[in-house]
């Protein structure tokens, strides 16, 4: 979707079987843990 309206973007993975969607630093960014997050420049949504 974002390639479809132009958006820049910036793709991150994450090792759930490590447990990075554990991490504290995701959980800030998407406290249910799932996976794929999203965010933008105004904040993660």
Known sequence: MLEETGLTYEPHRIDILA??????????LN??????????SAGWK
Not at 19 to 28: V, Y
Not at 31 to 40: N, V, Y
């Open 19 to 28: 447990g990075e969607n554990h991490d504290p630093a995701f959980l800030a």
């Open 31 to 40: 406290p249910t843990a799932a996976s794929p997050g999203r965010g933008c």
